[in-house]
């Protein structure tokens, strides 16, 4: 019988134990350095308003993650069909924005329709290697790319789409057709274009309730524990709690990390070759300071979220917890969040005076239309997210195969958004736990 040393309860660590201790004869053990299972996926009750790290949806597309998900539920999942917008020009128009520019500026219109009719008949095979912003300009043409793309994903990647490429793009950016970019110019309607047309939402409780579930059928779980250490030589993982005995050593025949893979490599593992350390601090990512309100004002918005690509909105995304489940907030109440990036290591100063940021937010959302001057937060809640987007910028590939390679050899299972540095979702976590305990269990 293997013993399996998991770093980390998110929903990554928490899939790999869980289906350990179902199909596969393994004991294991799950290091996690918080209180609370979860990792990305927690929810936190402030006098009875729940807030997710900014909004966690379910996008999940495979069957087998709907039937567990489903399973650990208790089918007590709502499906919900988006309702989300952007706000640009004073104005409010649906997205996604390339489908949808009906209510603009008529020049603002022309400038998306014809950019967009004059890349598409251009269109040719993509250059290899092209960056993220010259894709925008061959999918969507100029207008579209200066009124959203660009600036949008400026604010969101906090670095100029010049900056990526589009090894991460998948299908996360809907492309329409000239038919669509055009009656969505000339009206106003529906789309359900893109991955998020329709997602899931538990009933009640917020997304915790999924770890929470995952959690509750396994075992091991080691909490308020960091892993310091790992021994590759020796199979030794070091870790650190609080109290007698919570700190010491374990042996492991297969090792599985959540971890941050920067900060895996640089600060965890031991006797790491410089080259692999190198690689690992070339790995960029973005940090997201996501600001919540619970409102005293009943139904504030029907929207689920908000783009805002404009400067003088410090958010590029606002949302709204109670609109994927009304039993997030306290009866004749409201919540909003909203989502702010910068790169770490050069936080613009606003961001680090909390009652200034505040403020500005408030503004901002005032501005919106979203909150009135009258308007009361009964709450105020800051999560700040240090690991928020993995960056694909052009060094990725060549750095991240580097540390792979260094992994492999070392029988290291680095999965999970953060630990296997992608750009994936809640969906993808559970099916690499699911993986990883299989090669596990079948080695
Ligand atoms: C702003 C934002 C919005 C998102 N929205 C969505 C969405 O709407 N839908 C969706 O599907 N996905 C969304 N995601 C992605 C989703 O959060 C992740 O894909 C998923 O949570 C990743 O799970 P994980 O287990 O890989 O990582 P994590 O959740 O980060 O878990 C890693 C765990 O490891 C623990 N840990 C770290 N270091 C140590 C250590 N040294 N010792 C012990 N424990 C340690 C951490 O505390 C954490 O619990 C979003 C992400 C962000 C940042």
């Given at each position: ?8 309860a998110g ?8 289906h ?10 799950v290091?996690e350095?918080?209180g ?9 009750n ?35 069909y988006r ?7 004073g ?21 998306c329709?014809t ?7 251009s ?16 999918h969507?043409?100029v ?8 600036p ?11 900056e ?29 274009l893109?991955?998020?047309?329709f ?8 997304i915790?309730?999924?770890?929470d ?43 599985v990390?959540?971890?941050?893979l920067?900060e895996?490599i640089?600060?965890i593992?031991r ?8 690689a ?8 997201v ?8 004002r ?16 410090i ?11 009304g039993?997030?907030v ?10 702010t ?5 050069d ?5 680090n005076?909390?009652k200034n ?7 901002d959302?005032?501005?919106a239309?979203?909150?009135n ?10 999560f700040?997210i240090?690991?928020?987007?993995v ?6 590939e ?20 953060y630990?296997?540095w992608?750009y994936s979702?809640?969906?993808e976590?559970?099916?690499?736990g ?10």
């Amino acid at each position: 019988m293997k013993q399996v040393a998991i770093i980390g309860a998110g929903l990554a660590g928490l899939s790999t134990a869980y289906h350990l201790g179902k199909r596969h004869n393994n004991n294991y053990i799950v290091f996690e350095k918080e209180g609370t299972v979860g990792g990305l996926c927690r929810t936190v009750n402030s006098k009875g308003f729940l807030f997710d790290y900014t909004g966690h949806l379910l996008h999940l597309k495979k069957d087998y993650t709907k039937k567990l998900v489903g399973r650990l539920l208790k089918g007590k999942l709502r499906k919900i069909y988006r309702n989300s917008w952007i706000f640009s020009k004073g104005v409010y128009t649906r997205y996604p924005f390339q489908e949808n520019t009906y209510g603009l500026p008529p020049e603002t219109v022309r400038e998306c329709v014809t950019g967009f009719i004059k890349s598409f008949r251009s269109r040719k095979k993509s250059a290899k290697n092209q960056s993220f912003y010259d894709w925008i300009l061959e999918h969507f043409g100029v207008g579209i790319a200066k009124h959203f793309m660009v600036p949008y994903n400026t604010k969101m990647w906090a670095r100029h789409p010049e900056e990526l490429t589009t090894l991460w793009l998948g299908g996360y950016i809907p492309k329409p057709t000239i038919r669509e970019v055009a009656d969505g110019a000339l009206f106003d309607r529906k789309s359900g274009l893109g991955y998020n047309a329709f997602f899931y939402y538990p009933e009640k409780g917020g997304i915790q309730v999924l770890p929470d579930a995952l959690a509750s059928a396994c075992g091991n779980l080691k909490l308020n524990t960091v892993v310091t250490g790992i021994d590759t030589k020796k199979r030794k993982v070091f870790f650190s709690g609080k109290g007698a005995g919570a700190s010491g050593e374990a042996c492991y025949d297969a090792l599985v990390s959540s971890v941050p893979l920067r900060e895996f490599i640089l600060k965890i593992v031991r006797n790491v070759p410089e080259k692999v350390r190198k690689a690992a601090r070339g790995l960029r990512y973005n940090s997201v300071l996501n600001i919540n309100f619970g409102i005293g004002r009943k139904r504030i918005s029907d929207r689920h979220w908000i783009y805002f690509p404009e400067d003088e909105f410090i958010f590029y995304r606002a949302g709204f917890h109670m609109n994927f489940s009304g039993r997030l907030v306290p009866s004749g109440t409201s919540s909003i969040y909203t989502e702010t990036a910068y790169k770490p290591g050069d936080r613009p100063k606003i961001l680090n005076n909390r009652k200034n940021i505040i403020k500005k937010v408030k503004k901002d959302l005032i501005r919106a239309g979203v909150l009135n001057n009258r308007d009361k937060a009964l709450v105020t809640r800051v999560f700040d997210i240090e690991y928020a987007y993995v960056i694909h910028d052009k060094n990725y590939e060549t750095n991240i195969k580097i540390i792979r390679d260094f992994l492999e050899k070392n029988n290291i299972h680095a999965i999970g958004r953060y630990g296997n540095w992608e750009y994936s979702a809640m969906e993808e976590a559970i099916l690499a736990g699911r993986d990883t305990a299989k090669r596990i269990g079948s080695n």
